[in-house]
């Protein structure tokens, strides 16, 4: 009698552990399936085509991250839809990752923006270059110095006082010599010069200072070739 009764209790005991055996395995099939399913939903969220449709979006955040991720996989094919944004798109953030895209993309693509009218473009365009590489791309911006206007003038000093002046020493005292260059860029050529060095270009300088019609540049120059200021 005992032993049935105890037959009875293992058998409800091991179908009571089989249906939890189930259970668990119904849980993990269900929960593998979900997995599935949200895998495929995201596949089908991202991907170059997914990201060339969102350049379009008018959230901020979503064309940002579109514009960086073509970039950042190396779809070549977005450069035209890239360089419309750096051109056209209102917001700076936006037009900043376009640019690095572009320049991750195809670098000889970004150099040949600087043609660009629109001075707010342009000068991102420069600042891209210098981060991505500014020892190679500073040359770029010198041998444009003489072509741009005053205010993208300073900016291209800007980075070659960053990049190391003494290179420049030549489109430094070119610079200086223009009297009829804006008086702001020729001071900081100058200005450029003292820590660059003279050395060689002493007579062009006593040039400047013999020949100059303005008295305050005349005195700049002095001050240099007598090594003061320094």
């Not at 005992?2 to 849980?27: D, Q, S």
């Not at 895209?101 to 473009?121: F, H, M, N, P, R």
Request: with cysteine; aromatic share 8%; hydrophobic share 40%.
């Amino acid at each position: 009698m005992l032993a049935e009764k105890a037959r009875e209790v293992y058998a409800r005991i091991e179908e009571k552990r089989n249906i939890f055996i189930w259970i668990c395995v119904a849980i993990i099939l269900l929960s593998l399936v979900r997995f599935s399913l949200w895998a495929a939903r995201r596949g089908r969220a991202s991907g170059p085509g997914v990201y060339m449709q969102q350049l379009q979006s008018s959230d901020k955040q979503e064309k940002k991250y579109a514009a960086y991720a073509l970039g950042r996989t190396g779809v070549r094919e977005a450069l035209p839809a890239l360089e419309e944004i750096l051109k056209g798109d209102s917001d700076e953030e936006i037009k900043r990752v376009a640019a690095w895209s572009i320049g991750t993309l195809d670098a000889g693509k970004l150099v040949s923006l600087l043609e660009l009218q629109q001075k707010d473009a342009k000068h991102i365009v420069m600042e891209t270059l210098m981060k991505l590489d500014m020892e190679k791309n500073i040359g770029f911006l010198v041998k444009r110095l003489p072509h741009e206007d005053t205010d993208t003038k300073h900016r291209i000093l800007s980075y070659m006082e960053s990049a190391g002046p003494a290179p420049y020493r030549e489109e430094l005292v070119r610079l200086a010599e223009k009297a009829g260059e804006d008086k702001s860029l020729r001071e900081k050529s100058l200005g450029m010069l003292k820590t660059a060095g003279i050395e060689g270009f002493e007579n062009r300088l006593w040039n400047i200072y013999y020949n100059d019609p303005d008295e305050e540049i005349k005195k700049k120059v002095y001050d240099i070739l007598q090594g003061r200021g320094r």
